[in-house]
């Protein structure tokens, strides 16, 4: 097979920088994404000893949280969306006597307040048709996990990057829409 692979000019491997991201509450801004990892499954072991051998048995299967890198930008500004999405999962600041009295983010909240997250590979398209998507994954209820806003610094002229972690239960993947 890797022979007609190489071999084979119609044949075209996926592509690392053709994709595109959906993400509610940021629409509008897919181009501030600057990279993201693809969802990863981890199947655990149980171990099992008997006598002088050991024994290994599957287990669960624990989908990896998925991490991002966007830039943060004026307009739209990443930073205001990302908080409004904190806020739609159920956080109020405690800056009155009610809102610290508020239970913490539910569940049903916080995966409500992403509704849909999806990772689409693409192909290149061509003079003819628009890009295709060959690869489509979609988090299934989906959270902001964790959110690093970046750092500032005097001496350096680089853009500011914003770092999200994303947890989700399970993730589905289609070969194409």
């Known amino acids: 097979m890797s022979e007609n692979f190489w071999g084979n000019p119609t044949l075209e491997p996926k592509r690392a920088y053709r994709w595109l991201l959906t993400i ?16 990863s499954f981890t199947v655990t072991e149980t ?10 048995y599957p287990g669960r299967v624990e989908w990896n949280t998925v991490s991002m890198t966007i830039v943060d930008p004026v307009t739209p500004n990443a930073t205001e969306n990302l908080m409004a999405i904190l806020g739609t999962m159920g956080y109020q600041f405690p800056d009155t006597l ?9 569940k049903e ?18 003079a003819s048709a628009a890009a295709a998507t060959i ?12 959110v690093t806003f970046g750092d500032l610094d005097y001496e350096s002229d680089e853009i500011v990057n914003i770092e999200i972690e994303l947890r989700y239960d399970w993730a589905e993947h289609s070969a194409t829409d």
């Open 109 to 126: 909240e916080a995966k409500n307040a992403l509704e849909s997250v999806e990772i689409r590979q693409i192909d290149g398209g061509s």
């Open 47 to 56: 171990e099992h000893n008997y006598i002088n051998h050991k024994f290994y």
């Open 135 to 146: 690869e489509k994954w979609t988090l299934k209820r989906c959270w902001i996990k964790s």
């Open 24 to 39: 509610p509450g940021l629409d509008g801004a897919g181009w501030i994404v600057k990279k993201i990892n693809k969802p």
């Open 98 to 106: 009610a809102n610290a009295q508020q239970t913490t983010i539910t």
